[in-house]
């Protein structure tokens, strides 16, 4: 039976289009299920977003089974998962239509207006896409996909899609109990001088220190970036630093036991946004073929190379790309 309520095409859409719902009483506490994950959210949460949990979710996702929790969030979006750990490794493969069907039972994202998330995720009007209220005062969409659906709507500046394959009646409720939940989820105000100067280091810093064991070198950067923290990854061969622009409202804590100090993907979307640029440093034997360049080499837009240097800045023009990289200098190293 289980199985059969997830995999079911059968959809109720007459709720959908009425347009009708009856008020939802504003619910304090979150769903249980949530529990033990709330304080994992509020900890990554940036201080720009907000999460709304609903306040209880049907019996058809939580009964027999074996949650599994996950959250993850960076500056512009946050995500959370619901998975059955009950159901077979065959389905696991994430991103499959199996797995979205019968392991990923639920999920919340939030995001940002100006993110690359809601860019490209925002529900759109179209044959499949259905206007709902959700209150007297707000209005989301409803999307039908193939045995799953989703619901999204903006409210107090933030973008909101919940996703599962219950029917699509059970999944608007969920949204409209969510709207109406004064429990709202708020992250943590992140004060860069107090909670990040002691683990991170400006580019500025980093050269008046002297540099690293490995990259002794400057450029003729802008003061947003020469005054922005810095981010270093190393490989065994390649050394990747993110400096991300002075003034933001928050910077990521610098990973601690992982392969580098800023997650790649974190990292580049930083970059995508204008609130970053990156520097790639080949130290290992394949870059000696471009040891003796004489011009610089723009292998996409954005990127410029030169010599053994590499510079991605999208929001930059390749003749700023060109100066930086050539204004390589070294460290003046402090007698």
Known sequence: MKNKLFLSLTVSLAIVGSGGFAPIPAIAEPDPIFKPIIGEIRNKLPSN???????????AITREMSPKLTFDANQEWAHFDLEDENFSPRFN??????????????????????????????????????????????????????????????????????????PAGKLIELARSSVANSQVIKGRTQNVTQQLKPQLTTWREFVEQGGGRHIQVDYDLPPEFRNGYVYFNQGASVITAYILKQGLSSYPPVNVGGLGEIDVANGDRYVRSGKAIVFF????????????????????????????????APFMTNEQISHILRSKRRIEQKK
């Open 49 to 59: 977003l907000l999460f709304r949990p609903p306040s209880r979710l049907p019996g």
């Open 93 to 166: 493969k994430k991103g499959s239509r199996a797995y979205e069907l019968v392991c990923r039972l639920f999920s919340v994202t939030s995001s940002t207006l100006t993110s690359t998330y809601y860019q490209q995720n925002q529900i759109k009007p179209g044959s499949r896409t259905t206007a709902v209220q959700l209150s007297r005062n707000q209005h989301g969409y409803h999307f039908q996909g193939l045995d799953w659906s989703k619901v999204s709507w903006v409210q107090d500046n933030i973008y909101f899609q919940f996703y599962s394959a219950v």
């Open 281 to 312: 440093w080949n130290l290992g034997n394949s870059g000696l073929r471009f040891a003796n360049d004489t011009q610089v080499r723009f292998t996409e837009k954005g990127t410029g190379c030169f010599r053994t240097n590499c510079l991605t």
